[in-house]
């Protein structure tokens, strides 16, 4: 197998040779033309006058004779006529002298013009270098005139913005699913710790800590299953549904009932006694509920209450979680549903749980949001749209504690 060097390979000397070979055979053409049009002017020399007719004198009849010019005449003509052939013969040596110039130096220029031309190209390869699996940031910005070059390359720069886009999508549902996932976790793992470790549990007190780890785990699927589906289609898929908040707030109550009492905190629940139904995805809801929750019982100090509120508003469904933990300072409290904003850097977590709060209410078209005394702690709100509404009056349910 001949192996021919990259320079042979490269687009920017085939470009190059094509140009010169189209302007060598197009000069070829035109000197080759002009040599012809000259030859067929070259006349030979007159080497006589012309012819008479004149009697033989001894047969009588009548014989044509030529009538030559003069010797000095008829030098010159032929001196004139070698001249002109010594002429053609040197424009034929610098015709071919001048062709192998011409396609020398358009090579040169083809060579010139279609670096010129092929440099957003290259360009563009740069870039595509540059681009690693996790940073698509990078963009081509060809300046210049709005030709074909600076199209594929503003085309090139579009494509790389929507890749970005997918790519930030997979990574912030994977981060928010990754997040999502602690809180089934610890919710299991502490019931089932709860239950293993107490010498005097009952089998009624077993079953209760299995089933609160078995709505887990369901929880769980629901997330990997989230997570499946959106590596199917780009986008998770939502069930739509009718959602009693007051019933999700009992559920969440119980699950995190064992974590509070681990923590020697009392976890009430503060609700209207007839349902608060909402339209939206049930375990989404949920998670947001959650998120609250387990941010209340990580921070709320011992001996204090965390409180689960859900109560009717005007045409909303308003649910609280609050807590008498260390409170978030004026300055912050814009900063806490930011994406890895955390108040504490060295308390641990991601900063991501408060986000994904306050996405899945704006999905709902609800608001999220937070009142707080720095020492005195923190009320987190979400609002909901009603589907129905429900008398007012407050009951109050309170879990035991350790």
Not at 9 to 21: D, K, N, P
Not at 25 to 51: A, C, H, K, N, S
Request: hydrophobic content about 45%; some cysteine.
């Amino acid at each position: 197998m001949v192996v021919r060097p990259p320079i042979i390979q490269s687009i920017r000397f085939r470009l190059s040779l094509t140009y010169a070979l189209a302007v060598f055979v197009g000069g070829t053409v035109l000197i080759g033309g002009l040599y012809m049009w000259q030859v067929r002017q070259l006349d030979e020399p007159e080497l006589f006058r012309g012819r008479v007719e004149m009697v033989d004198p001894d047969t009588g009849r009548p014989v044509d004779t030529l009538l030559f010019f003069d010797g000095r005449q008829e030098a010159l003509q032929i001196f004139e006529y070698n001249a002109y052939l010594r002429a053609l013969d040197e424009l034929k040596k610098a015709s071919l002298t001048g062709l192998a110039v011409l396609f020398v130096v358009a090579f040169a220029a083809g060579w010139f013009l279609a670096g010129s031309a092929l440099r957003p190209v290259h360009r563009m390869t740069m870039v595509a270098r540059d681009i690693t699996a996790t940073d698509l940031s990078r963009r081509i910005g060809l300046p210049g005139p709005d030709d074909e070059m600076k199209g594929l390359a503003d085309t090139f720069d579009a494509m790389l913005d929507r890749l970005q886009g997918a790519f930030e999508d997979q990574r912030r549902f994977v981060q928010d699913a990754s997040h999502e996932l602690r809180n089934p976790l610890a919710v299991a793992r502490t019931n089932l710790e709860l239950a293993l470790s107490d010498p005097d549990a009952t089998a009624g007190d077993i079953r209760a800590s299995a089933e609160v780890a078995m709505r887990s785990t369901e929880r769980m699927a629901v997330l990997v299953d989230d997570l499946l589906a959106q590596a199917r289609s780009g986008m998770p898929e939502v069930a739509m549904a009718e959602v009693d908040l007051v019933a999700m707030a009992g559920d969440v109550v119980d699950e995190f009932s064992a974590a509070a009492r681990q923590r020697h905190l009392a976890l009430e629940l503060v609700a209207v006694p007839a349902p608060l139904v909402v339209k939206g995805d049930g375990p989404a809801l949920r998670r947001a509920l959650s998120n609250l929750v387990a941010n209340a019982i990580k921070l709320a100090p011992a001996g204090s209450t965390v409180t689960v509120s859900a109560a009717s508003g005007d045409h909303c469904a308003l649910v609280s979680v609050i807590d008498e933990g260390p409170g978030i300072s004026s300055a912050d409290q814009g900063n806490v549903f930011k994406r890895f904003w955390r108040g504490d850097p060295s308390g641990g977590g991601t900063g991501l749980g408060l986000s994904i709060v306050k996405q899945i209410v704006e999905r709902h078209g609800g608001t999220a949001a937070v009142e707080s005394t720095l020492g005195a702690g923190s009320t987190f709100s979400l609002k909901l749209p009603i589907v129905e509404e429900r008398p007012s009056t407050l009951s109050a349910a309170t879990t035991p504690t350790a």
